[in-house]
């Protein structure tokens, strides 16, 4: 039970590390902007759109 009492004190010191932060945080920056990865999200959206299309146009759909 003392350790528990302990860890319940100490609960509200967590700390993530700040190179762990700073890489989630560029990866979110990078990742939606058109700066960054979003450009390569987009083109894959629209050349799944264009897969459709083609398959629509010669009949697989």
């Known amino acids: ?3 528990i009492a302990y860890y319940a004190a100490d609960a509200d010191k967590f700390k ?3 190179g762990y ?3 989630v945080n ?3 920056n990078l990742s939606n ?3 960054g990865f979003g450009w390569l999200f987009s083109l894959l959206d629209n050349l799944a759109e264009v897969a459709k299309g083609i398959k629509t146009l010669i009949g697989l759909a």
């Open 21 to 23: 932060e700073t890489a």
């Open 1 to 3: 039970m003392e350790n």
């Open 33 to 35: 902007s058109q700066d």
């Open 26 to 28: 560029n990866w979110g």
């Open 16 to 18: 993530v590390d700040e």
